[in-house]
Protein backbone atom coordinates (compact mmCIF):
# COMPACT_ATOMS: atom_id res chain seq x y z
CA UNK A 1 0.00 0.00 0.00
CA UNK A 2 1.58 2.77 -0.80
CA UNK A 3 0.11 5.46 1.08
CA UNK A 4 -0.24 2.66 4.59
CA UNK A 5 1.43 3.22 7.99
CA UNK A 6 4.99 4.19 7.72
CA UNK A 7 5.17 5.81 4.26
CA UNK A 8 6.77 9.31 5.24
CA UNK A 9 4.91 11.28 2.30
CA UNK A 10 1.50 10.05 3.72
CA UNK A 11 -0.84 12.35 4.74
CA UNK A 12 -0.05 13.43 8.27
CA UNK A 13 -2.81 14.50 11.23
CA UNK A 14 -2.47 18.54 11.87
CA UNK A 15 -1.04 18.94 8.40
CA UNK A 16 -3.95 19.61 6.06
CA UNK A 17 -1.83 20.21 2.88
CA UNK A 18 -0.19 16.88 2.98
CA UNK A 19 3.30 15.75 2.82
CA UNK A 20 4.38 17.96 -0.44
CA UNK A 21 6.76 16.85 -2.90
CA UNK A 22 9.95 14.65 -1.97
CA UNK A 23 13.11 16.19 -1.57
CA UNK A 24 14.57 17.83 -5.07
CA UNK A 25 17.41 15.04 -3.99
CA UNK A 26 15.17 11.85 -3.75
CA UNK A 27 14.18 13.26 -7.09
CA UNK A 28 17.57 13.26 -8.68
CA UNK A 29 18.13 10.00 -7.95
CA UNK A 30 14.97 8.57 -9.08
CA UNK A 31 15.78 10.24 -12.09
CA UNK A 32 19.50 9.55 -12.51
CA UNK A 33 18.11 5.81 -11.92
CA UNK A 34 15.76 6.00 -14.27
CA UNK A 35 18.17 7.50 -16.92
CA UNK A 36 20.87 4.93 -16.56
CA UNK A 37 18.69 1.58 -16.66
CA UNK A 38 17.10 3.28 -19.79
CA UNK A 39 18.71 1.93 -23.00
CA UNK A 40 19.06 4.85 -25.91
CA UNK A 41 16.27 2.89 -28.22
CA UNK A 42 13.67 2.82 -25.77
CA UNK A 43 14.25 6.97 -24.81
CA UNK A 44 13.92 7.18 -28.53
CA UNK A 45 10.68 5.31 -29.04
CA UNK A 46 9.43 7.16 -25.80
CA UNK A 47 10.39 10.55 -27.41
CA UNK A 48 8.55 9.35 -30.45
CA UNK A 49 5.50 8.17 -28.88
CA UNK A 50 5.01 11.90 -27.54
CA UNK A 51 5.47 13.75 -30.79
CA UNK A 52 3.08 11.46 -32.75
CA UNK A 53 0.87 12.02 -29.88
CA UNK A 54 1.30 15.39 -29.75
CA UNK A 55 1.17 16.13 -33.28
CA UNK A 56 -2.67 13.66 -33.26
CA UNK A 57 -4.25 16.29 -30.81
CA UNK A 58 -2.79 14.76 -27.53
CA UNK A 59 -3.22 18.56 -25.00
CA UNK A 60 -1.34 16.37 -22.29
CA UNK A 61 1.34 15.58 -24.80
CA UNK A 62 1.87 19.01 -26.33
CA UNK A 63 1.69 20.08 -23.25
CA UNK A 64 4.87 18.19 -21.97
CA UNK A 65 6.85 18.94 -25.05
CA UNK A 66 6.54 22.48 -25.33
CA UNK A 67 7.56 22.91 -21.34
CA UNK A 68 10.90 20.64 -22.25
CA UNK A 69 11.26 22.68 -25.65
CA UNK A 70 10.18 26.01 -24.21
CA UNK A 71 9.92 26.06 -20.93
CA UNK A 72 7.05 26.58 -18.67
CA UNK A 73 5.24 29.83 -19.10
CA UNK A 74 5.79 32.71 -17.00
CA UNK A 75 2.12 33.80 -15.71
CA UNK A 76 0.82 36.85 -15.73
CA UNK A 77 -1.86 39.19 -14.05
CA UNK A 78 -2.45 41.93 -17.29
CA UNK A 79 -5.97 42.97 -17.11
CA UNK A 80 -7.52 45.59 -19.36
CA UNK A 81 -9.95 48.03 -17.45
CA UNK A 82 -11.86 50.73 -19.21
CA UNK A 83 -11.88 54.06 -18.53
CA UNK A 84 -15.58 53.61 -16.43
CA UNK A 85 -14.23 51.10 -14.45
CA UNK A 86 -11.64 53.17 -13.02
CA UNK A 87 -13.87 56.20 -12.62
CA UNK A 88 -16.04 53.53 -10.30
CA UNK A 89 -13.25 52.22 -8.43
CA UNK A 90 -12.16 56.18 -7.95
CA UNK A 91 -15.08 56.47 -6.25
CA UNK A 92 -15.66 53.59 -4.50
CA UNK A 93 -12.06 54.51 -3.01
CA UNK A 94 -13.32 58.16 -1.86
CA UNK A 95 -16.53 57.17 -0.27
CA UNK A 96 -14.64 54.96 1.49
CA UNK A 97 -12.42 57.62 3.00
CA UNK A 98 -15.33 60.18 3.90
CA UNK A 99 -16.89 57.01 5.86
CA UNK A 100 -13.79 56.18 8.15
Not at 13 to 39: H, T
Not at 42 to 62: C, N, P, T, Y
Not at 71 to 85: A, C, L
Request: proline share 10%.
Amino acid sequence: MPFGPGNPYRFQPGNPGGPGRPPRSQEDRILDAIIRNLPDDQLEEFARIVVEKAVHGSVKDRRLMLEYLVGTPVQRNRVDVSSEMVELLKNWRDTDKDST
